[in-house]
């Protein structure tokens, strides 16, 4: 297997007025070639941050405290800045959810598509790069390239919008692309649309795709293997199908029990209690503790280690230890 | 849980924006439909398709252009004296979508969820008002030590509650949920619909629930419209209208919806709609879906459809479907 | 798997997790104010300028009393002497005390520059909220009054007005609000125009809240914070604009002093008695100066967004 990119042990603390946030609490996963990977969290999990500590993107009041970050063997937490942005763009590039804040709104859409192409391919004449920006709008799937070339971004709706940023980000033929909830400012007929553009894309420019998402539907579209985070950590890993099939965590669980199903019949939805813990002041056991139906004394004191269930899966729980099970501490689901 | 009581009366009602010189945004345009009473009415549509704008409209925070909107046979939108108006915006309430924005700031929760109580008296001593307070953040499942704490120390579903306590304050007969969940996280949601399905059973309430999630609508609602820059495409019963959309755009639109189910999701075939909504401002006479209809005739593009009652109870806007008997 | 030993099996059992402490909020409890206080306490320099406005305004009101002059003393015995420990500041062409003088300059440049920014806060609240509240038609008729406030050179009007009416403090402040207010309606406006839309507003609304609580208790409470910090730069740039009207001549008379007088009188001696003109100076610049940065403390500190 070739790991394309790798993370270990990344742990991200944002410093604030009140106090340090730990994120990112020691987050290990790899991407292999080829495949996409879906990070899902709610908000404040941590995953964007964790995706933009790998991308060196964190704000400025961000930092690495711990962990590496290896692609294809180089280590990216050990580059500078200058170096990290011919990495960006080139072999890793981004798309964010808002693709108006990602656009310059005074350039036309052709014009930025050229900029990246220069910036990484300087060898090429004028006529050459915009020959390449239209082959890339059309690559993309937007009506009439020569047109939308000269066109500036207000100009074009939003799905036609997260298209050009798409356009912008491939345009170097990157080995990753991290794509930061791309869908979740569109509409669910303009999402389909995107989400086979990028599948579609994927199998064209052989890319490994990181998808960061909440949308389990999204997750279930495009992905090959998940992360679930909660809490700044990863609580469960594994193939798309260990995870909907095969579900370990309590979390997961939970999250998949709390989506109303479109072809079942009114079934009572299941809601997960509480809210997500304050990462200023993390609890010192499993951060799902307080909100688990599960809960056990361990699962407050001590922090659960990964319980290799198979080749693929893996999940963070204390349930899933030798130890809980002749307890059948699984009864009793009080949960309301 | 429904008697065939109708609580609102939505009849041919048009709101319309001036933007700019001779031109006109037709948010809502002749849109008919009733409300039984305790029943859940669900409003789905993308973004633009005027579907927050007709809840507005109904509630009165906007004019109506054309048309009517019957509260209990009440015209909301005639001349009220000051005793009906007041009475109208006790029994019909809102909750908001953005929970950050939808709290003031400066103010404690506990004057957040008493505005209601100090708007129309219901408290006569300060008491009174304070364990009315009490009683509703219980009611939501927040606490007593929550009343003197300001709003953005609270994560986005309990903020999201406290704005369910502060509609539920004056006891209305009719909520309008504009998107209640949409700003919040999966595992929150369930625990706002959960709470929303409970209130309804303990107080019998009605709700006009507008989303954009499907899945959501269809699990909380007994009817469902399905809007379409302005106008009521299709509108049946939930169950119908899942399992037997009529509709080109309704069925574009479910089979959009990414399942939570890999082996489903990956087999299933879908009708992906080309291109995207085009703008609401000076629509020509014509039925609005037919620049993306898979189906759409010369007469989609001449003439709006009429809704007619393709089955019974199931209406749907299309000249493809005709009413049975004709 | 070292730790897995460590860990003891009786605590593989359920355990009961308080439901109510799932909804506790673990953040003290603080109103805006402390919120505000407390970020305004963590930058440095924006204390350090509180600090040192509050001696200043101290000075400026008790300074003359620990003076044996009054500001207005002459002694001809006594012209253009040095810093001494009789004089503390030297004294000028008239022998009258610099100290007295320069804390009396002080305390009329305050005054002028205070009552102009309330005198600002009054017109501008005002004028921005009605026509924020009325919309339409008297919204665009304001709007249009305020542009040809702006199109006259504000220099032009305040000597106009100064040669029609006669030269002393209040003279000055009216010449400074006649087009002062302008900037502030404009914010108060805009701000108000945001929330009116918001949906707490909104929510306000729906509930039957009448127009009167809508505006003490929704509108005016989320406008301060720009009305604050408008009211803190409206005071150095109104100082400052004093003290310009006063060295071209047209500002306050003698004997009476602000600190533009007295930077004009030292400015004429500058290359003989330098100390007549430095004094006032560093007075005048440690005003502007700490009034500004208090100003962006003060934004920054009271910015609902930077609220966590």
């Known amino acids: 297997m070739s790991k394309l990119l790798e993370v270990e042990n990344l742990n991200v603390h944002i410093h604030t007025q009140h106090g340090i946030v730990q994120a990112v609490r020691g987050v290990s996963f790899s991407l292999e070639k080829g495949e996409t990977l879906a990070i899902v969290g709610e908000s404040g999990s941590g995953k964007s941050i964790t995706v933009k500590g790998v991308m060196g993107l964190l704000p400025t009041n961000g930092k690495i405290a711990e962990g590496s970050v290896h692609l294809e063997g180089r280590d990216l937490a050990a ?171 309590p979390y997961t669980k939970g999250l998949l029990a709390s989506i109303p199903k479109l072809h079942e019949d009114d079934q009572q939805l299941f809601s997960i209690p509480g809210t997500p813990p304050d990462l200023m002041d993390p609890p010192k056991g499993c951060p799902f503790a307080a909100r688990c139906p599960h809960t056990m004394k361990v699962c407050q004191e001590f922090m659960p280690e990964y319980t290799q269930l198979s080749d693929t899966h893996r999940a963070a729980c204390w349930l899933l230890d030798s130890r809980a099970q002749q307890d059948d501490a699984k009864d009793g689901e009080d949960h309301d | 849980m429904t008697d065939n009581k109708v609580i609102l009366q939505v009849k041919n009602l048009k709101r319309y924006f001036n933007v700019g010189k001779n031109q006109t945004l037709k948010a809502v345009d002749n849109v008919s439909f009733e409300v039984y009473k305790g029943e859940t009415f669900g409003l789905v549509g993308e973004s633009g398709c005027g579907k927050s704008t007709l809840g507005r409209t109904i509630i009165r925070l906007y004019g109506a252009t054309g048309g009517e909107v019957r509260f209990d046979g009440v015209n909301v939108h005639k001349k009220l004296s000051g005793a009906q108006s007041h009475e109208l915006s006790r029994r019909m309430q809102m909750i908001f979508q953005d929970p950050y924005a939808s709290l003031n700031p400066r103010m404690k929760v506990m004057d957040i969820v008493a505005e209601g109580i100090d708007a129309h008296g219901l408290a006569k001593s300060a008491q009174e008002r304070a364990q009315m307070v009490v009683d509703l953040l219980e009611v939501v499942g927040l606490q007593e030590e929550h009343a003197n704490r300001f709003p953005h120390e609270f994560s986005g579903g309990q903020r999201q509650r406290i704005g369910i306590a502060r509609a539920l304050s004056v006891n209305p007969d009719f909520i309008i949920a504009d998107e209640p969940i949409s700003a919040l996280d999966v595992s929150i949601q369930a625990q706002v619909i959960n709470l929303l399905k409970k209130l309804q059973e303990q107080r019998q309430l009605t709700y006009l629930f507008i989303a954009h999630d499907l899945s959501m609508v269809k699990h909380i609602s007994d009817r469902v419209g399905v809007m379409y820059l302005g106008s009521m495409a299709e509108l049946a019963s939930s169950r119908e209208l899942f399992e037997n959309p009529l509709h080109p755009y309704t069925q574009a639109l479910l089979s959009a919806i990414p399942l939570p189910d890999p082996d489903l999701e990956q087999s299933r075939s879908r009708v992906v709609l080309e291109g995207s909504i085009p703008s609401p401002i000076n629509l020509p006479e014509c039925c609005h879906f037919c620049s993306r209809c898979p189906k759409a005739t010369e007469l989609c593009k001449k003439q709006a459809p009429e809704m007619v009652e393709a089955e019974p109870g199931h209406w749907v806007a299309c000249h493809l479907i005709q009413a049975p008997g004709k | 798997m070292a730790q897995k030993m460590e860990i003891p099996q009786k605590l593989f059992v359920k355990a009961v997790v308080d439901k109510d402490e799932r909804e506790h909020i673990a953040r003290p409890n603080l109103t805006a104010f402390q919120d505000g206080w407390l970020r305004l306490r963590k930058n440095k320099a924006a204390v350090v300028s509180l600090a040192i406005l509050v001696v200043i305004i101290l000075l400026a009101i008790f300074g003359p009393i620990f003076s044996k002059y009054t500001f207005y003393d002459t002694d001809y015995a006594h012209t253009y002497n040095g810093p001494s420990a009789a004089h503390l500041f030297g004294t000028d062409q008239f022998g009258r005390d610099q100290w007295a003088r320069i804390w009396q300059g002080t305390r009329i440049s305050l005054l002028i520059a205070v009552a102009a920014a309330f005198i600002d806060l009054f017109i501008g609240v005002t004028f921005g909220a009605v026509s924020a509240l009325f919309g339409g038609r008297v919204d665009a008729v304001m709007q249009r009054i305020i542009e040809i406030l702006v199109g006259i050179p504000q220099l032009i009007i305040v000597i106009l007005l100064m040669m029609v009416m006669p030269a002393g403090i209040w003279t000055i402040v009216v010449a400074l609000s006649i087009t002062g207010w302008v900037n502030m309606a404009r914010l108060v406006r805009a701000q108000i125009l945001k929330l009116k839309n918001q949906e707490f507003v909104l929510a306000a609304r729906v509930l039957g809240t009448g127009n009167r609580e809508i505006i003490l208790k929704h509108l005016i409470p989320n406008t301060v914070g720009v009305i604050v910090i408008n009211a803190m730069f409206t005071i150095p740039s109104a100082i400052f604009t004093e003290a310009f009207l006063s060295f071209i001549g047209i500002g306050l008379a003698e004997p009476q002093a602000s600190l533009g007088v007295l930077i004009n009188n030292g400015y004429q001696v500058l290359q003989n008695f330098p100390f007549l003109l430095i004094f006032p100076a560093v007075v005048i610049v440690l005003i502007m100066v700490c009034f500004s940065i208090l100003g962006d403390g003060l934004r920054d500190a009271l910015d609902p967004r930077m609220r966590q």
């Open chain 1, 79 to 249: 580059l500078s800045e200058h170096e990290m942005q011919k990495i960006r763009g080139c072999d890793i590039s981004m798309i964010f959810q808002d693709p108006m804040t990602s656009l310059n709104p005074t350039m036309t859409v052709g014009k930025q598509i050229m900029e990246v192409l220069h910036e990484h391919r300087s060898d090429l004449t004028k006529e050459q790069l915009k020959e390449k920006a239209i082959e890339q709008i059309r690559l993309v799937g937007l009506s009439n390239p020569e047109t939308r070339f000269s066109q500036y971004p207000h100009q074009l709706s939003g799905g036609m919008r997260q298209r050009v940023v798409i356009a912008i980000a491939l345009a170097c033929s990157p080995k990753v692309l991290i794509a930061d909830e791309p869908t979740t400012a569109l509409d669910v007929t303009i999402q389909a649309q995107i989400l086979d553009l990028m599948k579609d894309l994927q199998g064209k420019i052989d890319t490994s795709i990181i998808i960061i998402t909440h949308n389990l539907g999204v997750v279930a579209n495009i992905a090959n293997r998940v992360a679930v985070m909660y809490g700044g950590k990863l609580v469960e890993t594994g193939s798309v199908r260990d995870l909907f099939y095969r579900t370990a965590h």
